[in-house]
């Protein structure tokens, strides 16, 4: 056996002993200059990331978090109106009308969070035997796979709508129509986004096969959710009536959209049978509205759920294009400096003065109000904050022996700036992002509130404008739960944010001991 072989042995010898004992176990100077019974050092992520869940409040606000991005996966699967399943009693046929309202996007979440997150939090046995040791890389990993999937979705669905509207060409309506069709195209998009997420990912046998199962997931659910369904919840209530259907609903029975004209302004904990009693209507079983019902009818708790989605959406999608912008346009600032610093300088400040609110009031007005198009209005104009604290890291670190090292060895400009300069200037744009989040979910709750939100989508704005919208009078309910829900994410966010900044920058952690 070598030395180091044998000063590895001892060390694990010793460290055993001195776990099992109180009493210290001495070592030579040579197994000291070994390291022997050392402890390994954290590296820097890890030790940020211990510092934050530390605090009460980061612990608050990534379950808070967690609780929304639950609901944002689950949403339509615990609360929908359509029947979990349906059995013909004379027949014996049965089906799931819930699984058939689905959308692509339902099913391409639900099929994200169950294979993604085992995948990221997998045991270390096997996370060695697949060669994916850090789970950073396997995040990394799942993040690719997702936005690869959601380019595959919505590049569909737009090109879905395209061949179904009245306005398109007729020869474009008619291959809409071929059976093919959502098969074709879906498959193109899904390849070609998987080509570029496998290329993105550095290759290897099983960041492929997650390239390969997320293209698979998109592309299915994508050309089965080809076209919309016609929805009608009162043949479900007239079937259960006739007794020849034997009919299970999901946890909350009601879908945002569902509402009817004798469960107006219901308050929390009413039963459904003894509403409809008192107004005459037709009785729904033994159905409660836990959280009550707005002035048209429609179920609270089902809208607060389904608005998680998009509220988490906005604030990440949106977030996202703006680090994507920010980081590109800070890091040329900061590496070049000179006039290419003060031209795109002064691109910044106009952005800068561009009123984000009135912005979005306009483009609603102008352009379709939907959640696309709400995300790239917010990402292409919240982007400042990102690129000025790029540049200000870049312009210390370009003088750095690393950074001129790499520029003397021939490295291509995108290799400095992104994969060495980037990694030790990045800490200051994540903080600032998790405050950026936060201002995108308040920016889309204020649309919301003015009725200026994403059409036929559950929001907590527009939840919070019923209050006193419709009826006149001061519904509490309706301004408690989604007020309620609005705080407590941004809050959180905040916290969050704080927690970073207080974990990453020493000066502060300074002064904290």
Not at 99 to 113: F, R
Not at 244 to 259: C, M, N, R
Request: glycine content about 10%; hydrophobic content about 55%; aromatic content about 10%.
């Amino acid at each position: 056996m070598s030395d180091a072989k044998q000063a590895a042995a001892g060390g694990g010898a010793r460290g055993a002993g001195t776990a099992g004992s109180a009493e210290p176990v001495a070592i030579s100077g040579i197994e000291a200059m070994r390291g022997v019974g050392a402890a390994q050092a954290k590296g820097f992520w890890a030790d940020a990331w211990e510092r934050v869940v530390a605090r009460i409040g980061a612990r608050f606000a990534l379950a808070w978090i967690g609780v929304i991005a639950f609901f944002a996966v689950t949403g339509p699967v615990i609360a929908n109106a359509h029947p979990l399943w349906r059995r013909n009693l004379e027949t014996g046929a049965w089906d799931s009308p819930l699984w058939q309202n689905l959308t692509a996007v339902d099913l391409s979440l639900l099929a994200g969070a169950l294979f993604g997150v085992p995948f990221v939090f997998m045991p270390l046995g096997l996370a060695d035997r697949i060669g994916m040791q850090e789970r950073a890389s396997r995040l990394g990993l799942i993040f690719l796979a997702a936005l690869q999937a959601g380019v595959t979705v919505v590049v569909a669905g737009v090109v879905s709508a395209w061949s179904r509207d009245i306005d398109s060409a007729p020869w474009i309506r008619a291959l809409g129509e071929a059976a093919a069709f959502p098969w074709i195209v879906s498959g193109s998009v899904g390849a070609l986004s998987a080509v570029a997420a496998g290329v993105l990912s550095g290759g290897g046998r099983v960041r492929w096969l997650v390239v390969a199962l997320a293209a698979a997931v998109s592309v299915g659910s994508s050309a089965t959710r080809w076209t919309d369904r016609l929805v009608n919840f009162d043949t479900y209530d007239v079937q259960e009536a006739s007794g020849k259907y034997d009919i299970a609903y999901t946890l909350v029975p009601f879908s945002p959209e569902f509402g009817r004209s004798d469960t107006y302004a219901l308050p929390p904990m009413t039963k459904l049978a003894d509403a409809a009693e008192a107004t005459r209507g037709r009785p729904m079983g033994e159905r409660t509205v836990l959280l009550g019902t707005d002035a048209l009818g429609k179920d609270v708790l089902s809208q607060m759920m389904w608005a998680c989605r998009l509220s988490i959406s906005i604030g990440l999608v949106s977030t996202g294009i703006a680090l994507l912008i920010g980081v590109t346009i800070g890091a040329l600032m900061g590496y070049f400096g000179g006039w290419v610093d003060l031209l795109l300088f002064r691109v910044v400040e106009i952005f800068m003065a561009i009123p984000v609110l009135f912005l979005l009031i306009v483009a609603a007005a102008v352009l379709p109000r939907n959640t696309y198009v709400m995300m790239a209005i917010i990402g292409c104009v919240s982007w400042t904050g990102a690129a000025r604290f790029t540049r200000a890291e870049f312009l210390k670190l370009r003088k750095q022996d690393f950074v001129q090292g790499a520029q003397a060895a021939g490295l291509p400009l995108r290799s400095v700036l992104f994969r060495h300069m980037l990694p030790n200037g990045v800490t200051p744009v994540l903080v600032d992002a998790s405050f950026a989040v936060a201002a995108a979910i308040i920016a889309e709750a204020t649309l919301s509130y003015l009725g200026l939100g994403p059409d036929g989508q559950a929001s907590w704005g527009k939840l919070l404008s019923s209050a006193t919208g419709v009826t006149g009078n001061f519904v509490w309910w309706l301004a408690v739960f989604p007020g309620f829900a609005i705080f407590f994410t941004v809050l959180s966010y905040n916290m969050l944010g704080e927690a970073m900044r207080d974990a990453i920058d020493p000066k502060l952690r300074k002064a904290a001991h």
